[in-house]
Nanobody, 116 residues
Framework: VQLQVSGGGLVQPGGSLRLSCAVS?????IGWFRQAPGKGREAVSC????????DYGDSEKGRFTISRDNAKNTVYLQMNSLKPEDTAVYYC?????????????WGQGTLVTVSS
């Protein structure tokens, strides 16, 4: 299975971005992770095919929303009220849980930079 991530870029603090993760197959639970410079990879959210969601990051709760369109095999991460500390490379992957080691297939990542 292949995952294609898109939607990153430069945004000002308080702005919004929507990331997309297009999956080449059906029926996969998908997680979003991020890795800031000099830090480890941390889980953001995951969603299964039934739209059950789990949010992992306390700092993102209320600002980030994961969703999916099963007809398009695409998972989204809507990010609002972005902060400079959200700057990171964002990845999607197949799997569940908060530990990145439990995920099997990874997209290439997209850089999100929050800066004025």
């Amino acid at each position: 299975v292949q995952l294609q991530v898109s939607g990153g870029g430069l945004v000002q603090p308080g702005g919004s971005l929507r990331l997309s993760c297009a999956v080449s197959g059906e029926g996969y639970a998908i997680g979003w992770f991020r890795q800031a410079p000099g830090k480890g990879r941390e889980a953001v959210s995951c969603i299964n095919v039934y739209h059950d969601m789990i949010d992992y990051g306390d700092s993102e709760k209320g600002r980030f929303t994961i969703s999916r369109d099963n007809a398009k095999n695409t998972v989204y991460l809507q990010m609002n009220s972005l902060k400079p500390e959200d700057t990171a490379v964002y990845y999607c992957a197949t799997g569940v849980g908060s530990n990145w080691r439990g995920y099997q297939n990874w997209g290439q990542g997209t850089l999100v930079t929050v800066s004025s």
